[in-house]
């Protein structure tokens, strides 16, 4: 019941965005654009602001670099033997290789780990929602009828707002620029509130996800890479890196987060398989209140 507790208060402020989308019905594009455009950046801003850059950040690259692509790799094996095309390929990759590490992943390790584990799961957040939104709109792109990868994954990235956030506060940092008094008030208003509010519009989001027409097959290969397999990968992989022992659980628990939400939005662009990239989103999110607490168990 102590590990199930960490799990529940996030699913409770899931169910706040859920029941208001159903009730009430909220524009959560804007309100998700809002969110990455105006609150996220300054989340990332204080985290790299505050946290001296090491070693440490280029093993997280290399972590999500290499989970990413071996998924993507077995992904492929998958669809080599089941005779896939290029457009469900894609579409089992989007709702496979890519974790919900930001609104989901982030309170998570702040509830399980506190604060320390929180400025970790903020860097990893930045880290995979650079790969989302470059090798994620490669293949959203290019399972897509128009087939615009490299344009498309150019423009995404040019407008990424977490990253200039990223790079400012490693400028401040090195700098030695101070933020003290009402601007440093005003930086913990806003980055404070970043993580309640991505929380309650994935609720949203979740709200307006059906299960019509689920491929069964697709999503159950879907499930077991992104909330099995992936996890035991990532554990190999930390093996290797000489990181504290607090990161490498982090980023096992990383790794069995459920699918991205974003990559139900880059399916909808681009039309490469929406129904079952969000399929495969709403039910690994609804599964992972029984894989999460088991892993925690296992972490903790």
Do not use: H, W
Not at 86 to 103: D, Y
Not at 269 to 280: C, N
């Amino acid at each position: 019941m102590e590990l199930l507790s960490i799990i529940l208060p996030v699913f409770a402020i899931f169910a706040i965005g859920f029941i208001g989308q159903k009730y009430i019905g909220f524009e959560t594009q804007t309100l998700s654009k809002m969110a990455l455009y105006l609150m996220s950046p300054f989340l990332v801003f204080r985290t790299f602001y505050e946290t001296a850059f090491t070693k440490t950040y280029v093993y997280m690259l290399v972590y999500t670099l290499v989970l990413c692509f071996v998924l993507i790799g077995l992904v492929y094996v998958i669809s080599y033997f089941k005779k896939y095309n290029i457009r469900e390929t894609c579409g089992v990759i989007l709702a496979s290789a890519f974790m919900n590490n930001g609104n989901y992943g982030t309170p998570v390790a702040l509830f399980a780990f506190g604060a320390a584990g929180l400025d970790y799961a903020v860097v990893l957040m930045v880290i995979q929602q650079l790969v989302m939104c470059t090798v994620g709109i490669y293949y959203a792109a290019k399972g897509s009828p128009e087939n615009d990868g490299v344009t498309s994954t150019l423009r995404a990235v040019v407008r990424m707002p977490i990253l200039y956030g990223a790079i400012a506060g490693v400028m401040f940092q090195q700098l030695d620029i101070k933020i003290r008094g009402s601007m440093a008030e005003a930086l913990d208003l806003v980055a404070d509130s970043a993580i309640p509010t991505i929380m309650i519009i994935l609720g949203m989001q979740l709200a307006k996800i059906s299960l019509r027409n689920v491929q069964i097959e697709k999503l159950t290969y879907s499930l077991l890479l992104k909330l099995f397999v992936s996890p035991v990968i990532a554990y190999f992989i930390t093996l290797y890196l000489p990181i504290d022992p607090m990161l490498k659980a982090i980023m096992i628990l990383m790794a069995a987060m459920p699918s991205a939400a974003n990559t139900t939005m880059y399916a909808l662009q681009f039309g490469t398989e929406p129904d079952f990239v969000s399929s495969a989103t709403l039910v690994s999110t609804l599964l992972s209140l029984v894989t999460l607490p088991v892993l925690l168990g296992i972490l903790l």
